[in-house]
């Protein structure tokens, strides 16, 4: 064992844990299971860490892990529909309207294919370029847009997005 990569292991855990179990809950839709990715992924990136040159390399690489087990999860999983599926939406008001859209939203998210979710989180959540997702999600930049291309379009039926198009995109890092 070599402390120094052990401690520098244990830094990234404790200074990035709650930032990718976020990206883990935009992946999945549930606490419980981004917590279980999260740690699957952590611990699938301990083996791999000698090989790994910087904190960043340790940051991107576990984003990729993360979508990646995401994704064979999912394609593990039964597809059949559970009997809370079902349930009728109970009427909320209209001050919690601000709820009502994130739920919608991620309601929206979690009918998208996977690789089209990630695509969509590691974009618009975690502010990434179209080269970045690429390396992350294994594919090429023109791929990743293919798939922000068609979420959105999806999103825009449940008009969910209204407004995407007036909204600057200065703050995006252009890939």
């Not at 402390?3 to 830094?11: Q, R, T």
């Not at 059949?80 to 009728?88: I, N, Q, S």
């Amino acid at each position: 064992m070599d402390p120094g990569l052990d401690s520098e292991f244990a830094n990234f855990v404790d200074g990035r844990f709650t930032a990718l179990q976020r990206f883990g809950y935009l992946l999945t839709g549930e606490w419980h299971l981004a917590e279980d990715l999260v740690q699957t992924s952590l611990a699938k990136v301990w083996f791999k860490r000698r090989s790994l040159r910087s904190a960043g390399a340790m940051e991107s690489y576990t984003r990729t892990v993360m979508v990646n087990t995401n994704i064979q999860w999912w394609r593990r999983k039964w597809k059949g529909e559970t009997p809370t599926e079902v349930l009728p939406e109970p009427s909320a008001p209209s001050q919690y309207g601000a709820v009502d859209d994130r739920d919608e939203l991620l309601r929206a998210l979690a009918e998208l294919p996977r690789r089209t979710r990630a695509a969509l989180v590691l974009r618009y959540f975690e502010d990434l370029a179209d080269a970045d997702i690429a390396q992350i999600m294994g594919c090429s930049a023109s791929t990743v847009k293919s798939h922000i291309s068609r979420g959105l379009a999806r999103l825009r039926e449940h008009q969910l997005l209204t407004d995407i198009d007036s909204q600057p995109t200065t703050a995006r890092k252009e890939g």
